[in-house]
């Protein structure tokens, strides 16, 4: 059922793109275009970072002028793997440190997400990423190709939040011997802070192993959390994809589990149930929920004055959908405002310098995915 919805919904939206991008309350401009983009962060100076699932890391200006960064990790292309996510340290501009994550290859035919950091030199030429140190990693590396999730954000106080997916093996999102279906925080430089809510059952025999993975968890029991931001009072959201149904979007809390895969709003693809969120209050429920789904990419919390009406919500990148979903955020609760049919799978969407809304478009099947710039109309 879940298959033929999402068929009828693509269908519609293919057939009335035109029609979608001519009734935008914003202004589309595209500046350029890329082989599998999955992520971008802003520097300093107005230009863009932006991944390519395949390994490359490119320096983008807003007239589309690229540039490439020299050394990038071996990712582990495949499925949901490759290259994903990038982020400038809090301090960037005095110590010039960039953090990646991407899917690293393991022993056996498994594999698991990676997280980097670096320091980014740039010239007129292109950059060049130096002292590469893998901070932090997925345990245990499994087999299979989906679910990294390995979206990164800073908080206010320079902390590293990154989130952890299921890799599709379910039961270790609820598993403290694992950081696999978790948000995890850690200290810029990968160690972790002595205040995370589980570091006392590090000193527990029952939670020890030479791993010691634990102390780094935050909260727990995510599936697909592909997009994570915090909000103008610091706090942090996150949104994951479901399995056949119920796509999330979660106000994240220290120590908070969010019941995957015990309980969700949606069920397994083969047709089995897996009992909502209401049938077991123990675990915390989602501020949004979607059914039908759409299949979130990324997550952002908008702070800028160019869109005034808009300043502290919230906007999702909809791959299923083709859209861009905004939403307003009222403490711990949450509801879906508008959506914006864009006419392609959105893969990623930040705020630009100057208040504009720039949106990565996923790879299209006619041809690369555009980096786009909104403005007001």
């Not at 990038?72 to 793997?81: K, L, N, R, S, V």
């Not at 340290?89 to 594999?111: C, I, K, Q």
């Not at 590090?202 to 993975?213: C, K, L, P, W």
């Not at 800028?304 to 979903?325: E, K, M, P, Q, Y």
Request: proline content about 6%; overall charge negative.
């Amino acid at each position: 059922m879940r298959t033929r919805i999402l068929t009828l919904v693509l269908t519609g939206l293919m057939a009335s793109g035109a029609a979608a991008q001519s009734g935008l309350p914003f202004d589309v401009k595209v500046i350029t275009d890329f082989d599998e983009p999955w992520a971008m962060t802003f520097l300093p100076d107005g230009r863009l970072l932006v991944t390519e699932k395949k390994g490359n890391l490119l320096i983008v200006s807003e007239d589309g002028r690229k540039l490439p960064v020299r050394w990038t990790p071996d990712a582990d292309y495949g499925g949901q793997g490759g290259f994903g996510d990038v982020a400038l340290h809090p301090d960037f501009e005095n110590n010039s440190l960039v953090y990646m994550s991407y899917a690293e290859a393991g022993v056996g035919n498994t594999r698991g997400a990676a997280v980097a950091r670096a320091k980014l030199d740039i010239s007129d030429r292109g950059g060049r990423l130096s002292d590469v140190e893998v901070i932090w990693r997925q345990y245990p590396k499994v087999v299979g190709y989906g679910h990294y999730g390995h979206r990164l954000a800073f908080d206010n106080d320079g902390y590293l939040f990154i989130s952890s997916g299921d890799r599709q093996k379910f039961t270790p999102a609820q598993d403290m011997q694992s950081n696999i279906g978790k948000i995890v925080r850690l200290n810029d430089d990968g160690s972790i802070p002595e205040d995370n809510p589980f570091v006392d059952y590090y000193s527990q025999d029952a939670f020890v192993d030479d791993e010691g993975v634990y102390p780094e968890i935050w909260s727990l029991g995510h599936r697909n959390p592909l997009g994570i931001a915090f909000d103008l009072d610091g706090n942090l959201w996150d949104i994951e994809m479901g399995p056949a149904g119920g796509d999330e979007l979660n106000f994240v809390v220290r120590g908070g589990n969010y019941g995957y895969p015990i309980v969700s709003n949606g069920d397994h693809y083969d047709g089995r149930e897996i009992p909502d969120h209401d049938t077991r209050p123990e675990f915390l429920k989602p501020a949004i929920w979607w059914t039908p789904v759409i299949s979130p990419g990324d997550l952002m919390v908008y702070g800028g004055d160019l869109f005034a009406d808009w300043r502290g919500n919230a906007f999702a990148a909809g791959l299923s959908s083709r859209a861009i979903v905004r939403m307003e955020l009222d403490g711990e609760n949450a509801r879906e405002v508008e959506r914006y049919e864009m006419g392609a799978r959105i893969r990623g969407v930040a705020e630009g310098p100057d208040g504009s809304i720039w949106v990565l478009e996923d790879e299209r099947r006619e041809s690369q995915g555009r980096l786009l710039k909104l403005t007001p109309k």
